[in-house]
């Protein structure tokens, strides 16, 4: 079982291991802090987002990955059921956790990600969906119906 809690004195440095993964950075979600945890190259994927054309309610969160992930796979979504059926609490990143990791993997305190374009879960309209470029961080917004890459990862709460 993956823990879903971890005391703040027990996190390890960033970059290192934790859970399933690797601790890449500290965040604030809804009055909570959180550790996220990139899961590695080895639960990376390739595929569309979803449907082009479908408005995908509940998935334009910049900051919520894990609810909108939730958002996409009612809707249909083939990257967010493959991402969930990795394992409980697993989800894509949202726009602005994925430029987080962006900014780990610029800080080498995480590695393994492909110079591509990277899916987030943030839904920029009913045609178009978030990315991130892993060769130089531009972010922007692709057709969902294209095939990109995407970084499963999973939050951990951190307890004060």
Known sequence: MTITTIKAAE?????QALADGIFAYRYWLN?????LVDLGTEREFFGEW????QDVEGATSYRDG???TVAMVEAGSPIAKQAMELGEGIFIPSALEL?????AKQAAEISGFQDRWYWSSS??????AFTVDFDDGWAGSDGKDSDFRVRPVRKI????
């Open 11 to 15: 996190l390890p440095a960033i970059g």
């Open 31 to 35: 009055g909570s802090e959180y550790a």
């Open 50 to 53: 979803g449907e082009y054309g």
């Open 66 to 68: 894990a609810s909108n």
């Open 99 to 103: 430029a987080g990791l962006y900014a």
């Open 123 to 128: 839904q920029y309209s009913a045609g178009l």
């Open 157 to 160: 709460l951190i307890l004060q």
